[in-house]
């Protein structure tokens, strides 16, 4: 069964730390990873997208890394900041089938970061 | 550049009764997708949409159907309701490049909460 799991499911932090999420994967035949960020009762907001072919994507001070042999991406997050808060998703592309289009997701990490 | 935009933001239904949810694409984009999101959990598919037909289902059941229309929006119907289908909807939308959808990023609309009671 394709499934993606997050750990920790909730990660507090003060204020200047760098953290890191985690995020596993059962098959390593995907397609693509993506991270977003959730706010309370919002919408998804697409933080990074890494295609099966890449290692890492870095957007400012977010950075994800993708290991598919080991079905594994991390988030790092550096210098956190309060703004950060949010639940962050990770969501996969499995490529099985050929014609799958539909996102795997976690059940997120919720983060907060303490001023 | 308007983003994807959903509309209600809020429903409250009585068990047994219809709803339409409403979706427009982000500009640009030609694909729909429509995810149900259960309090605490991640998103789960329902379906997408391209060229207004079907081409992928999750595990819902039939009460669930969808539309796309040739300005590329798209609806989410849901028949004979029940208290579970209480949840978040989120609508994503994306674009084919060269055929290939399986590399898009999706993007993400503010969703419309459901409530069944």
């Known amino acids: 069964k394709q499934e993606v799991t997050q750990i920790p499911a909730a990660l507090s932090v003060p204020e200047g730390e760098n953290l890191v999420l985690n995020c596993s994967f059962t098959d390593s035949a995907i397609y693509n990873l993506q991270w977003f960020r959730q706010d309370p009762g919002k919408g998804l907001t697409s933080l990074l997208l890494?295609?099966?072919?890449?290692r890492e994507q870095t957007s400012g001070r977010l950075n994800a890394s993708l290991d598919k042999s080991s079905g594994r991406s991390t988030l790092y997050i550096a210098a956190s900041q309060p703004g950060d808060s949010a639940t962050y998703l990770c969501a996969v592309r499995y490529g099985s089938g050929g014609s799958n289009y539909k996102l795997t997701f976690g059940k997120g990490t919720l983060l907060t970061v303490n001023p | 550049d308007a983003g994807v935009t959903q509309s209600p933001t809020h429903l409250i239904k009585t068990r047994g009764q219809q709803v339409t949810l409403r979706c427009s694409p982000k500009?640009?984009?030609?694909?729909v997708s429509w995810y149900q999101q259960a309090l605490g959990q991640g998103p789960q598919f329902i379906f997408q949409y391209y060229e207004e037909e079907e081409r992928q289902r999750g595990n819902f059941p039939d009460r669930f159907s969808g539309h796309q229309y040739p300005n590329y929006s798209s609806e989410l119907n849901v028949n004979a309701l029940l208290l579970g289908d209480s949840a978040l909807y989120l609508c994503a939308s994306s674009f084919r490049t060269q055929g290939n959808l399986r590399g898009s990023p999706l993007h993400f609309g503010n969703g419309t909460r459901l409530t069944v009671t």
């Open positions: 890494i295609q099966s072919s890449q």
């Open positions: 500009s640009g984009h030609d694909t």
